[in-house]
């Protein structure tokens, strides 16, 4: 059974940081496509940033608004997955969720239907 699991959430004031964090189990983060997507009430899911794991070398892609401020890294030897967050603002509150991917490809994308699996989300709020 795979599960993922996020936790780091939580209030900060704007300019502030905050470093999610995603456990993965029952599956391995090697070759899939990791990504940290957020959902605002009201508002669609959007990605926040993807991975594309390998052995060799990670590769990140970020939502064009985010980069910058966000980092996506992986643990292989802990099987976890991160956004580090930073200079927040209010605008970036919202429900934060890790999710996986199994595929083939060598890319990932933002669109959240491709995705696999998903974890129960986190809470992010940024007070001005």
């Known amino acids: 059974q795979v599960q993922l699991v996020e936790s780091g959430g939580g209030s900060v004031p704007a300019g502030g940081s905050l470093r999610l964090s995603c456990a993965i189990s029952g599956y391995r983060t090697d070759s899939v496509c990791m990504g940290w997507f957020r959902q605002a009430p009201g508002k669609e899911r959007e990605g926040v940033a993807v991975m594309h794991t390998s052995r060799d070398r990670d590769n990140a892609v970020y939502d064009d608004a985010l980069k910058g401020r966000f980092t996506i890294s992986r643990d292989p030897a802990r099987n976890t997955v991160e956004l580090h967050m930073t200079d927040l603002a209010p605008e970036d509150s919202a429900m934060y969720y890790c999710?996986?991917?199994?595929?083939?490809?060598?890319?990932?994308?933002?669109?959240?239907?491709?995705?696999?699996?998903w974890g129960q989300g986190t809470q992010v709020t940024v007070s001005s």
């Open positions: 999710a996986l991917q199994q595929t083939g490809r060598s890319w990932c994308t933002f669109t959240p239907s491709n995705f696999d699996y």
